[in-house]
């Protein structure tokens, strides 16, 4: 992982600039991982939909 590597430049350098470039890359590596959808993230909560749609309950 290049995370891992940009972890390790980090740890041994100390500046923010090699932080914040271990954070683009993690942030780049969770984006392609596969996430649910709304609608399965819904069902798991016990939600039923968006509220402010006018389903009559607030």
Avoid: C, H, V
Avoid at 26 to 46: H, M, R, V, Y
Avoid at 49 to 57: A, F, I, N, P, V
């Amino acid at each position: 992982m290049d995370s891992e590597k940009q972890w390790e430049e980090f740890l041994r350098s100390g500046k923010i600039a090699d932080y914040l470039r271990y954070r683009a890359l993690l942030l780049a590596e969770s984006a392609q991982e596969l996430t649910p959808t709304e609608g399965q993230n819904a069902a798991e909560d016990g939600r039923r939909g968006d509220s402010r749609k006018g389903d009559g309950g607030e």
